[in-house]
């Protein structure tokens, strides 16, 4: 079966001319493509969902760089407005994902790359050891993103991002205590060195062994 069979007449065009960044207006295509206009409206509205076009009223149709992301964001959302604990097997899909990618994914940052994890290092263990003491979030979110960003591969990428705004909405970047924060960072710097050290196995089971922590607070939170 074709790839092409299952998309609309507009999604088909998206694939067909991938050179073009401005799209004609829904007035051409539907000539072009011999669909009416008010279709058209409703495929294009699926494209926009999926983050495929972008759509104003002085630059028409605009498309966009493809991502993964969007359709992950709105699937993920729905399954876990169904259950929250749909949250907990997204993880684990996510947990499979870095592990199976860990040793690509590593071998593929920079110098540049390396510096920058060791500054999330040094930003979270400052705001852990500050007083107040403040939860290194986003250094959390952007470590974790960052050792994958070189993979080029955007259905990775789309997950682990999408598992990041799951983490967020559901509370988990404020859900937490102290001991379990400096357990987390500690792997977190021996995933860090592991890379930056270029001996990339005890940062690999640093990985696994942090990935369990979080299934066992997830395992102990309490689901709405």
Not at 161 to 174: D, F, K, R, S, T
Not at 204 to 210: D, N
Request: proline share 4%; charged share 25%.
């Amino acid at each position: 079966m074709s790839s092409l069979e299952n998309l609309s007449e507009f999604m088909r065009y998206l694939a067909a001319h991938p050179a073009e960044e401005n799209l004609p207006a829904l007035t051409s295509l539907s000539t072009e493509l011999g669909v009416s206009v008010a279709s058209l409206r409703e495929q294009l509205e699926v494209a926009r969902a999926l983050g495929l076009v972008d759509v104003r009223p002085r630059t028409g149709i605009r498309r966009l760089p493809y991502t993964f992301l969007p359709a992950v964001r709105k699937s993920l959302g729905y399954g876990m407005a169904l259950d929250e604990a749909n949250f907990q097997l997204f993880a684990d899909l996510r947990k499979h994902v870095e592990a199976a990618y860990w040793h690509e994914a590593v071998g593929k940052l920079t110098e540049e790359d390396h510096a920058r994890l060791q500054s999330l290092i040094e930003r979270a263990w400052t705001k852990l050891d500050g007083r107040p003491v403040q939860i290194p979030h986003d250094e959390h979110k952007q470590l974790h993103l960052t050792i994958y960003c070189r993979l080029g591969n955007p259905f990775v990428s789309g997950i682990l991002e999408a598992y990041w705004e799951a983490y967020e909405a559901i509370g988990l970047n404020v859900f937490t205590d102290y001991a379990y924060l400096r357990e987390v960072w500690d792997y977190h710097q021996r995933m860090v060195d592991s890379i930056c050290s270029g001996n990339y196995e005890p940062g690999y089971q640093a990985l696994i062994e942090h990935a369990d922590l979080l299934a066992d607070l997830l395992d102990h939170r309490p689901v709405k």
